[in-house]
Structures are given as C-alpha cells and as structure tokens.
Antibody, heavy 120, light 111 residues
Framework: QVQLQESGPGLVKPSQTLSLTCTVS??????????WSWIRQHPGKGLEWIGY???????FYNPSLNSRVTISVDTSKNQFSLKLSSVTAADTAVYYC????????????WGQGTLVTVSS | QSVLTQPPSASGTPGQRVTISCSGS????????VYWYQQLPGTAPKLLIY???QRPSGVPDRFSGSKSGTSASLAISGLRSEDEADYYC????????????FGGGTKLTVL
C-alpha cells in the first residue's frame, strides 16, 4: 500500500524559498503513470491545487502560482519535491502531497500534511 | 472564491439522509469526472468518491455520489456522528488549462 510523507522546515522567512519533500513508500514513484501532486490548505480554509509532476517528468502548475513553483522528482530516493519562491505570509498553509491517479483530481492517497509558516 | 460552489454548511440528525451539492460549469463538472473528499478534524483529506459515483474499497455504501449536467451531489444516508467532517468536491477544469479545482468545502454537523 502506497504511503506518502511530507518533510521540510516548518518556518520560512518572507522572500525566501519554501522547500518540501514527499517520500513515497510502498511503491516505485516511476511506475504506473501517476501524477505526483502538491496541494495546500490555508488555515481554516479550503484546498488549493499547486501542481504535479507526471511519471515522465512533465510538470503542470496552477497558473496563479506558476512563476514561483517548481516540482521535481528524485527517483533514486523515491521522492518528489516542491519549491515555492519569494514566499509571503499568504503562503502560510498546510502543504499536502498526494498521488493523482489519473491527472483529473483523483487524489489517493494523501500525505498527512505539514504546516509551513512564513514569518520573520 | 472557489471555482466549484458548495454550501458552507449542512447538518442532520443521526440516521438521517443529507445531501451536499457542488455546482460548476461546462468546463469542469460538465465535461469531467467529479471527486469527493472527506476531511475529519485535524487530518488530511481522504478520497470518498471517484469518477462521479464510485466508492473506493473501505468506504461505506452509506456514501454515494451523483452528477447531472454541471452539478454534482454527495449523499450520506444513515448519518452517524463520525461523519461530522468537512467535505470537498473536485474536478478538472478544461478552460483553466491547468489546475484541478476544488469546491470551497461543506462543514457537516451531526446534531
């Protein structure tokens, strides 16, 4: 059974780059044609899709974040990563990694989520 | 403001049947599958319904999904206290050429 786990700093200073890693266990990240995704949830708010990296290495980002987002994969470590540059307090959120089964919003499973606070 | 529209709250008593709606447009719900997620307090969302009306293994058949035109619904029958959670709908949106879109979420209270 595939499981995902986010890791990274819980506190990032304004204007710096937020970096998170999602470790996939129970299955190879480069198998099955999945879309490895990042989603965030602002405190007390709804869900926002950030982007994904496809099995082949292609990426697709939310246009509202496109210029600041980079998602990459490290198959040797069975991990994929998120970098969000020039962060502000508005980027404070719980960040989830998830596997999108078909690239259509079919997210299963999800990581437990990690809270990232942007503050000086 | 979310692309998909859900009522912010819903409620019911144990044993009752409740329905949560999700309204979109021809570029999202009207032409793509709808997914539903359940988020219990303090936990990550969990897939509840995929491809409009399919239940993953382990999800009770008390939960059902439907879609008609540019709207979708999640129905919960035989309401239980443990169903108290936030529920989100999701779909792909062709016109945005990118992101999957979520509804704003519905907080279900079991009275």
């Amino acid at each position: 059974q595939v499981q995902l786990q986010e890791s990274g700093p819980g506190l990032v200073k304004p204007s710096q780059t937020l970096s998170l890693t999602c470790t996939v266990s129970g299955g190879a990240i480069r198998s099955g044609g999945y879309y490895w995704s990042w989603i965030r949830q602002h405190p007390g708010k709804g869900l926002e899709w950030i982007g994904y990296i496809y099995d082949s290495g292609s990426t697709f980002y939310n246009p509202s974040l496109n210029s600041r987002v980079t998602i990459s994969v490290d198959t040797s470590k069975n991990q994929f990563s998120l970098k969000l540059s020039s962060v502000t307090a508005a980027d404070t959120a719980v960040y989830y990694c998830a596997r999108d089964v078909a690239g259509t919003g079919w997210f299963d499973p999800w990581g437990q989520g990690t809270l990232v606070t942007v503050s000086s | 403001q979310s692309v998909l529209t859900q009522p912010p709250s819903a409620s019911g008593t144990p044993g009752q049947r409740v329905t949560i709606s999700c309204s979109g447009s021809s570029s999202n719900i009207g032409s793509n599958y709808v997914y539903w997620y359940q988020q219990l307090p303090g936990t990550a969302p969990k897939l509840l319904i995929y491809r409009n009306n399919q239940r993953p293994s382990g999800v009770p058949d008390r939960f059902s999904g439907s879609k008609s035109g540019t709207s979708a619904s999640l129905a919960i029958s035989g309401l239980r206290s443990e169903d108290e959670a936030d529920y989100y709908c999701a779909a792909w949106d062709d016109s945005l050429s990118g992101p999957g879109v979520f509804g704003g979420g519905t907080k279900l209270t079991v009275l």
